[in-house]
């Protein structure tokens, strides 16, 4: 027994109400309609070529019978790109950390001693005076280094263990302090020079006159906080 | 509406309602070209007009009516081979339905009762796979369905075109064949 359906094309067939159309005319009106549809926008004045390219578009969906409208298949398309570029760059991520590959953890007894990094280790304050010995052609050793540390130390009780530091410990600290200590005929001559170490520019200079040794510690004391005030 | 939104509304109806006005015009032209020049023509006629129409198939219908018939007039040594051919279809008709002549009125004034249909797009899909012989999928292709919903929508239609007969007095479909 035949459906309702093919019963209903039966009917119009026999009562000649039915203008079947032949596949392959069906196929050149499918091929065909975007085109004549190019000529009404033309002959209507719409043509442009936005709308001639979104009508493309249009009908290429209509052809392969793709359903939805251009403007979701538009966000469907950003929605997979984004998604999609995030999970190559979580995967070039990925590759890029470093992974360990030489073996098991090897594990560590908690009272081990902790190991401090190089730089930490070789780390130095950042000194501000360069302190040369004093030097001297007619001073003994002795009064030159007992002289020398009654400098360090005055610095050090002024402005602290991180001022100052022998030269060769403070390549790099701003300023560099010489002297010397000479014996003349009324007694000893004390002299003092503190330079800028990159412009080499004199930023104290003193000269002092002691009558005897004895006198020499007092004499450094003062030159000291007097170097203090004026370098800082 | 915007121009824009006024092209898009215009290339939406254009896509639905082409294949309806193309097999109109090849079936009474009987020649590819001559049919995509009516729809052509009938088309520029509808972008003018389009807003202040109501029924769409309706008017686009009259429109293909009216192009023929201007085309006749511009292939004038046509006319008559035009016209043979319609005397024909319309004797051969009147010829074959002796005695029938009234079950033929009554199935053409079901078919074209839009009662029977629940929207033109409804009409549209019966008349593409009925009387122009779509398949579903083709049809529906150009009224955004699938192939299933565009079976589905024509049986309901075609269940609904059986009861008016039987309404009007056709007890099945049998008798009629």
Redesign the interface.
């Known amino acids: 027994m035949k459906n309702?359906?093919d019963?209903?094309?039966?009917?119009?067939r026999?009562?000649?109400?039915?203008?079947?159309?032949p596949a392959e005319?069906?196929r050149?009106?499918?091929s065909?309609?975007e085109r004549?549809?190019a000529?009404?926008m033309r002959?209507?004045g719409?043509y442009s070529t936005l709308?001639a390219l979104f009508?493309y578009i249009?009908?290429l969906f209509?052809?392969l019978?793709i359903?939805f409208p251009l403007k979701n298949i538009v966000i469907l398309g950003i929605v997979i790109g984004l998604t999609s570029s995030g999970l190559v760059y979580l995967y070039v991520s990925r590759d890029s950390v470093p992974v360990n590959t030489i073996g098991p953890a090897v594990p560590v007894p908690p009272d081990a001693m902790p190991v401090m990094p190089q730089e930490s280790k070789n780390k130095r304050p950042a000194y501000r005076l360069a302190l040369n010995p004093l030097r001297s052609g007619s001073v003994d050793n002795d009064t030159l280094s007992r002289a020398t540390m009654i400098v360090s130390d005055e610095l050090s009780r002024l402005h602290g263990r991180d001022y100052w530091a022998m030269a060769d410990e403070a390549r790099s600290a701003a300023f560099v302090l010489s002297g010397y200590i000479e014996k003349t005929e009324g007694g000893f001559v004390i002299f003092v020079k503190v330079v800028n170490s990159r412009s080499s520019a004199i930023v104290y200079v003193t000269r002092d006159r002691v009558q005897s040794l004895d006198e020499i510690p007092e004499s450094c004391r003062r030159i000291s906080a007097e170097l203090s005030r004026r370098v800082r | 509406m915007s121009a824009f939104e006024n092209r898009k509304e215009f290339r939406r109806l254009y896509a639905e309602y082409y294949p309806l006005v193309f097999s109109a015009a090849y079936v009474k032209t009987g020649n590819r070209q001559d049919a995509e020049d009516i729809c052509h023509d009938v088309f520029v006629r509808f972008f003018n007009h389009f807003g202040e129409i109501e029924k769409y198939r309706g008017w686009l219908m009259k429109a293909v009516s009216f192009e023929i018939s201007n085309y006749r007039s511009r292939r004038a040594n046509r006319v008559s081979e035009f016209a043979d051919i319609d005397d024909f279809m319309n004797d051969s008709n009147l010829a074959f339905v002796n005695g029938f002549r009234d079950s033929r009125i009554i199935i053409q004034e079901v078919l074209q009762d839009e009662a029977n249909f629940e929207n033109e797009r409804e009409m549209l899909l019966f008349e593409l796979i009925a009387v122009y012989d779509f398949s579903y999928r083709e049809a529906g292709k150009y009224l955004d369905m699938t192939r299933w919903q565009a079976e589905y929508r024509y049986r309901k239609v075609s269940d609904r075109i059986i009861d008016q007969l039987r309404k009007r007095g056709v007890k099945g479909i049998g008798d009629l064949l």
């Open positions: 309702s359906h019963s209903i094309k039966e009917l119009l026999l009562y000649r109400l039915d203008s079947p159309v005319v069906q050149h009106l499918s065909r309609i004549v549809f000529g009404v002959k209507t719409i709308f009508s249009f009908f209509k052809r019978g359903l």
